[in-house]
T-cell receptor, first 112, second 113 residues
Framework: GQQLNQSPQSMFIQEGEDVSMNCTSSSIFNTWLWYKQDPGEGPVLLIALYKAGELTSNGRLTAQFGITRKDSFLNISASIPSDVGIYFCAGQRGTGANNLFFGTGTRLTVIP | NAGVTQTPKFQVLKTGQSMTLQCAQDMNHNSMYWYRQDPGMGLRLIYYSASEGTTDKGEVPNGYNVSRLNKREFSLRLESAAPSQTSVYFC????????????FGEGSRLTVL
């Protein structure tokens, strides 16, 4: 399968701090998506990006589709305790979720 | 709104036993998927069904079979469980237009002894 490298693997931050994470690949993708998984739950879609260079926000979350189409970035501003969880990037080539590949995740811990 | 419902949530099996994981969605989605999640490896696609009546292998299909029973239901069967199949299994669904935008169930944690 495709290799999507997410970094960092884990983060410990103070409440109120901003968070940045990224996802890189050796392959080009047409779509980048970011999911969040709360403990004991399934992943939930946060943001979907469909165009190179696109910058999209969802509340305190902002994600960008890299110009090279080989990377994507997620920023969380003013973190709160409920931001705790694992954040997954996913890249898709073409149509069909059989062409969707997930990164290994960034585990975020927010210290109150 | 139930979304995607998986059963059971937890299961312990002995090596060689068989079991079926059930999944149902109430969003009228065409496509359904089974993933497994292992520590440090993200989510890997086992099997998928692009539409009712079709199923195809994903990245890691060995040791599994699936059935798309109808538009709502997609089951995953382990015929002879192995310890390597200890994992958390997620069912997901999507509509035909935005296939990367998946709706996941809560997961089924399977342990094979």
């Amino acid at each position: 399968g495709q290799q999507l490298n997410q970094s960092p693997q884990s983060m410990f931050i103070q409440e109120g701090e901003d968070v940045s994470m990224n996802c890189t690949s050796s392959s080009i993708f047409n779509t980048w998506l970011w999911y969040k998984q709360d403990p004991g739950e399934g992943p939930v879609l946060l943001i979907a990006l469909y165009k190179a260079g696109e910058l999209t926000s969802n509340g305190r979350l902002t994600a960008q589709f890299g110009i090279t189409r080989k990377d994507s970035f997620l920023n969380i501003s003013a973190s709160i305790p409920s931001d705790v969880g694992i954040y997954f990037c996913a890249g898709q080539r073409g149509t069909g979720a059989n062409n969707l590949f997930f990164g290994t995740g960034t585990r975020l811990t927010v210290i109150p | 709104n139930a979304g995607v419902t998986q059963t059971p949530k937890f299961q312990v099996l002995k090596t060689g036993q068989s079991m079926t994981l059930q999944c149902a969605q109430d969003m009228n989605h065409n496509s359904m998927y089974w993933y497994r999640q292992d520590p440090g490896m993200g989510l890997r696609l086992i099997y998928y069904s692009a539409s009712e009546g079709t199923t195809d292998k994903g990245e890691v299909p060995n040791g599994y079979n699936v059935s798309r029973l109808n538009k709502r239901e997609f089951s995953l069967r382990l015929e002879s469980a192995a310890p390597s199949q200890t994992s958390v299994y997620f069912c997901a669904s999507s509509d035909a237009r935005n296939t990367g935008e998946l709706f996941f169930g809560e997961g089924s944690r399977l342990t094979v002894l």
